[in-house]
């Protein structure tokens, strides 16, 4: 039975990161000119969600889509959110892929559209995975009830049993994997980091050797080379890490050489400021608990990020000086 939970609560966290993470980042990148009429109405509906009452901040929003209808699409945003909220024991996935799709059918041009349709990518994944998670429990449940009734095939189906179990929990060869990556660091210290875009990749290499990869977001608007400031772009070229901050609002972060004299000079004949502050950094403060899944978006401002824990490792094996070649 501890088994049975210890999943389902890993399910209901990557649910949860997805549910949260997009809202936040889609505020840190977005601009919402809320009328000041309707702000006061949606903090109250926004205190009945912090409060648990979720049927009641569900009604308050349904107020305001009738008396501020312009304000539509920020309501029906957040009613699929509280439909989907991982605590809301009466969520209903079927109304909020309702809300999201009625969203981007009624509002087009609304800055909700793309975090609306990940949404709906994202709760459809998550139905797909309860219905598999539901089928292997089943088939679990129904082989130990075979080896109560049928006692000289026990061995036979606990065997079976264990491999439906490591199957849910996950593959068992990643702990020689991580062995491998771990005896890998003691090659050498890091003379070059090499991120590849297109295959969301962060490599260690030391002596053409390659030390340990990771899995990377990038900025929100991922292709093409870095132009301008304001782009969500990240760059593409020749740079080094040129200092660090462990005091950063992203756990902690490495400093990247952009702009380079190439940079300058595109940004320069075109009138415009190539930008700055490009970094490799952890996850926003507070949010550590997001893990590996916050590479489901790139969510980024143009920087590149890992998890904390991975950040801290790069920390330690990465000095000031170390070459980064970042690639398209």
């Not at 462990?246 to 320069?268: F, G, T």
Request: glycine fraction near 8%; hydrophobic fraction near 30%; aromatic fraction near 8%.
């Amino acid at each position: 039975m501890g088994k049975k939970q210890s999943r389902t609560g890993e399910h209901l966290k990557f649910f949860f990161v997805c549910i949260i993470i997009t809202p936040i980042l889609m505020c840190g990148c977005s601009h919402l000119n809320e009328r000041s009429q309707a702000r006061s109405t949606f903090a109250e509906a926004n205190d009945l969600f912090n409060q648990g009452s979720y049927g009641a901040s569900l009604s308050k929003y349904q107020q305001i889509i009738g008396k501020y209808p312009t304000a539509g699409d920020r309501v029906l945003f957040e009613m699929g959110i509280i439909y989907a909220y991982p605590g809301n024991e009466q969520k209903d996935y079927k109304k909020s892929l309702e809300c999201f799709q009625q969203l981007i059918k009624d509002y087009p041009e609304s800055g909700y559209r793309k975090d609306s349709e990940m949404m709906i990518f994202q709760i459809n994944n998550v139905i797909f995975k309860d219905k598999t998670i539901a089928t292997k429990q089943t088939q679990i449940e129904a082989l130990r009830q075979e080896v109560k009734g049928r006692g000289n095939e026990i061995a036979t189906l606990q065997q079976k049993i264990e491999a439906l179990e490591q199957e849910v929990k996950g593959k068992v060869d990643e702990i020689s994997t991580l062995q491998k990556e771990v005896a890998a660091l003691q090659m050498g210290p890091v003379d070059k980091v090499l991120i590849e875009k297109k295959e969301r990749r962060l490599t260690l290499l030391s002596k053409d050797n390659v030390l340990k990869t990771y899995n990377i977001a990038l900025g929100g608007n991922p292709n093409g080379p870095k132009e301008r400031q304001g782009d969500n772009k990240t760059p593409e070229g020749t740079y080094f890490i040129d200092s660090r901050n462990k005091d950063s609002r992203y756990h902690l972060s490495l400093h990247i050489s952009y702009p380079n004299e190439k940079d300058k000079k595109r940004a320069k004949e075109v009138g415009v400021s190539p930008g700055g502050d490009i970094m490799i950094h952890g996850i926003k403060n507070g949010f550590s608990w997001a893990g590996g899944s916050h590479t489901e978006v790139d969510w980024t401002k143009g920087c590149i990020a890992v998890t904390d824990e991975e950040i801290e490792e790069i920390d330690k094996l990465v000095p000031n000086g170390t070459i980064v070649e970042i690639r398209p």
